[in-house]
């Protein structure tokens, strides 16, 4: 080995070190890959190279081992093969099949456009013949946040009077799923109908008594159930057909479907998606980057042009592991 060529240990720090920097936690998987540097060094005693006998090695079942556990294992060694070739060294890349990739266990309903203006038409039709106490007013609203700030319905319905900022055109979640505050920017048309609605909702009894925005005949927040309801009410004024139970569309794949357009208008302007992800993490309130590869992916599915540009150039970014 040359004085200055990198060992295969410091080749690992750097695919850890990278998996972080686009923001992974990559604790789990750093500790299998130290696992992995101590075999490589008995083998091929830490040469800059990922050679068949380590892998084959590796790729073992043990017999205290099931399946997935051994599947977690290979996953992490694929993932360092794949960065190694990536970076021009002499690496063996494990087959996928023998790593499968284990993604979410449902597939949400990516909603085209036609269909989002088809729902938007169908809650107001609805909301103008009475869902609740003014919810022509309220609902109409809600789901145009829902579909074009990708928020989840609960904090959105627990939006309180002073967190929407109509002047600088912003609104702020505070009752998230992780207790994490996030300011989401508003379109000008959403902008026009909270002005309106500001206007209009001096007609609440009791309104300047509580806090919420958005809120009941109780002055409380609606509760998700309701907006569940108008929703599935909403499919079928829309025509858009519902599998049943557990097969959606579900309410929250219209946060999914946000993600996946805001994907698509990255990769077809030819944004680089490296740096990109993690603003998409951050302002979805995700804890880490699973999520946002997941959308990466559904974004190639959706949209079939897109699946060379994805693959080639951002197939490294999507984890192989389970232990993102």
């Known amino acids: ?3 200055n060529e990198k060992t295969f240990t410091d080749i690992v720090e750097d ?35 990922l050679s068949e006998e380590v892998a084959n090695r590796w790729i073992e079942k043990t017999p205290w081992e099931n399946d997935t556990n051994r599947s977690q294992r290979v996953s992490v060694l694929r993932g360092l093969g794949a960065y190694m070739a990536r970076m021009g060294y002499n690496a063996i890349v494990i087959p996928r099949r023998l790593a499968p990739y ?11 456009k036609q269909e989002l203006g088809l729902m938007l038409r ?75 609605y ?43 057909s519902h ?22 208008k990255w990769v077809q302007a030819g944004n680089n998606l490296t740096t990109a992800l993690p603003y998409l993490a951050i302002y979805m309130g995700h804890q880490g980057l699973k999520a946002s590869q997941h959308y990466l992916r559904l974004t190639a599915t959706m949209f079939p042009e897109l699946i060379q540009t994805v693959e080639k150039e951002y197939g490294w970014i999507i984890p192989e592991g389970y232990y993102e």
């Open 1 to 3: 080995m040359k004085k």
């Open 15 to 49: 695919y850890i070190k990278e998996k972080r920097t686009i923001g992974y936690n990559f604790e789990k998987a750093a500790h299998v890959l130290r696992r992995i540097i101590r075999l490589q060094n008995d083998i091929d005693h830490d040469f800059p190279i």
């Open 102 to 112: 284990r993604d979410y266990p449902y597939t949400p309903y990516i909603f085209s």
């Open 122 to 196: 169908a809650i107001d039709r609805l909301c103008e013949n009475g869902i609740s106490r003014h919810s022509d007013l309220i609902f109409p609203i809600v789901f145009r946040i829902l579909i074009g700030c990708g928020t989840r319905i609960t904090e959105t319905l627990h939006i309180e009077k002073d967190d929407i900022d109509l002047e600088n055109e912003t609104l702020i979640l505070r009752h998230t799923k992780d207790a994490k505050e996030r300011i989401i920017p508003m379109a000008l048309s959403l902008v026009k109908r909270c002005r309106l």
């Open 198 to 240: 500001q206007t209009k909702r001096q007609l609440f009894r009791d309104f300047d008594s509580t806090p919420w925005f958005f809120p009941n005949r109780h002055g409380l927040p609606y509760s998700s159930g309701t907006a569940y309801s108008l929703f599935r009410r909403a499919l079928s004024v829309a025509g858009i």
């Open 243 to 264: 599998g049943g139970k557990g097969k959606g569309p579900r309410l929250h794949d219209l946060r999914h479907t946000y993600a996946v357009r805001v994907l698509n």
